[in-house]
């Protein structure tokens, strides 16, 4: 381990740390790695602005944490910024082990500014690539890294060896100072920012003032073939990706392998991660990697950021350059659906032998759970009209308690959550409707959650809905599984006629998927993880507005099926004074 860097360190956090290496080490046959994360405020200059961002080790995106399957991490986050935070390990299951998974206020309170906390990342069926990220607030905009998994010891893929890999970070830049945006815009009840650039590695390209001379570039070999690990860290949208005069192969997707899929563009949600196979096999030259927004909003909803981020493929060799890279001809446009769904429906599972999939046939729990934009009368100091944006699952508007539901699930703590989360919308309507009554509209706020029993074999619908006019794709995540994706569609979701079309014989195997835009996504998984798991839509605006909840899945009859003890220290749940969270404590129940 690297010397430790942070004098305030707690001394039961450095005896808990000891003791769970020798625990860890004894007991198992995977690696063990060790990292250092330093947050702090660093001055970047973009778009002809510098301005001081948070991030991890003085770099934009963060450092990437490289490991083989099965292997455990630990991490140990020093915060030398001026608020709390915590960090989420995107996509790692981490089997019995909520008290590392990151989530603010669900699994733990943030790490206060000036002490530091280590996170043990433990991995399991996890092969591929997928990412860690900050999970409070919106610090995930700069605080965020690769997770790169490489196959376990004495095995490789299951498609040819690439000769290098190459990781592509897609992220949001904001001109403002983005934690000032969103308490402006969560305390008066406002629209929350959208972004004025986006980033390739750090770098919004070679379309955008002043950045020329900065846009990334990765030089290739003639004749080699190179994984590009892909991910999407944007914090409110999904996004086409093409390499000019290039094809590609996807071959896996949040951490599983998938069915190859050639193509000359991909479509990614936020909060997936896709790996993708590039020969280098074009005349030797500079070629655009480039990226836009792809939007699933009404066609007169324009006020996105619609600039194409770009970094440059260049072959090595002697050769003269044209006068600019060549450019995606290939890129879909802004608005083209046709080309995301064609690209969706393509994704499948690889149901190999030596990677089998386990889709639950004999379904125990049902749920039927509508995702919706609303509003929320707005009673705070703050509010600068009578009602706010909101968002909603089954009409339940997340709000974060002041202490986290892992704690108060685990110590039988009460007055923290309740736990009638509804498995149905209080009333059923025309979902994909033009217009809502008021009963419709508005939605109420809770710190709802779901119980669920150990092994229990369970399906979701999500319905999307045009309340409000806000339909759009909502990429579901969640925490603690993979779940596998069984069928989706458009239109209200019909219970006879529907299912007839499940895929149980290689659907994708997922942490993040899109729910279409009026449209819904059926989803299954075992719950055979113990303990308390967030789940919700990974568009960050979505998010803050109250469109999660989170499962508690109780513990089996084994030690071995139930959830671990608790670290020796977790940070302490002290929000500041001025916390709009300690302010709205008394609508929570």
Known sequence: MKP?????????????????????????????????FIVREKNFTKLCLTKSILVVNDSFPGPEIRVHKGDTVYVNVHNQGDYGLTIHWHGIKQPRNPWSDGPEYITQCPIPPGTNFTYEVILSTEEGTLWWHAHSEWTRATVHGAIVILPSAGTTYPFPQPDEDETIIIASWYEGDIKELYDE???????????????????????????????????????????????????????????????????????????????????????????VLLKANQSPGQYYMAARQYSSEDAEVTGFDHVNVTAILEYRGNYTYQTSPSF???????????????????????????????????????????????????????????????????NVSWINPTSDVLQAYYRNISGVYTSDFPDQPPTFYN????????????????????????????????????????????????????????GFGYGNYDDEADPKGFNFVDPPKVTTFAVPKNGWLAIRFTASNPGVWFWHCHLERHLSW????????????????????????????EPHLNSRIKNSYEIIL
């Open 4 to 36: 430790q860097k942070n004098c305030s360190i707690l001394s039961t956090q450095i005896l808990g740390f000891l003791f769970l290496i020798v625990l860890y080490t004894s007991s198992v046959a995977g690696e063990v790695h060790f990292y250092d």
């Open 328 to 394: 995606p001809t290939t890129l879909p446009m802004y608005l083209e659906s046709p080309a995301a769904i064609s690209f969706t429906n393509r994704i499948r599972s690889l149901a190999t032998p030596e990677y089998p999939i386990d889709v639950p046939l004999n379904v125990t729990t049902k749920m039927f759970i509508t995702a919706s934009m609303n509003d929320l009368t707005c009673t705070h100091p703050g509010c600068e009209t009578t009602e706010q944006i909101s968002s909603s699952l089954n």
């Open 185 to 275: 815009a969560m305390d008066d009840g406002s629209d929350l920012p959208h972004s004025d650039a986006y980033t390739i590695n750090g770098e919004p390209g070679d379309f955008c003032a002043c950045s020329q001379e900065t846009t990334y570039r990765r030089t290739v070999d003639y004749g080699k073939t190179y994984l590009l690990r892909i991910v999407n860290a944007n914090m409110n949208a999904e996004h086409f990706f093409a390499v000019a005069e290039h094809n590609l192969t996807v071959v896996g997707l949040d951490g599983s392998y998938v069915k190859p899929i050639e193509t000359s563009y991909i479509v990614i949600s936020a909060g997936q991660v896709m790996d």
């Open 431 to 486: 979902f994909t409707a033009e217009t809502f009554v008021d009963d419709i509209v508005f939605t109420v706020q809770g710190t709802k959650v779901k119980m669920l029993n150990y092994n229990e074999s369970v399906q979701i619908v999500f319905q999307g809905t045009n309340v409000m006019k806000g339909s759009v794709n909502h990429p579901m995540h969640m925490h603690g599984y993979s779940f596998y994706v069984v």
């Open 546 to 573: 109250g469109m999660d909840t989170a499962f508690i899945v109780k513990n089996g009859s084994t030690t071995e099926t139930s959830i671990r003890p608790p670290p020796l220290y977790m940070p302490p749940c």
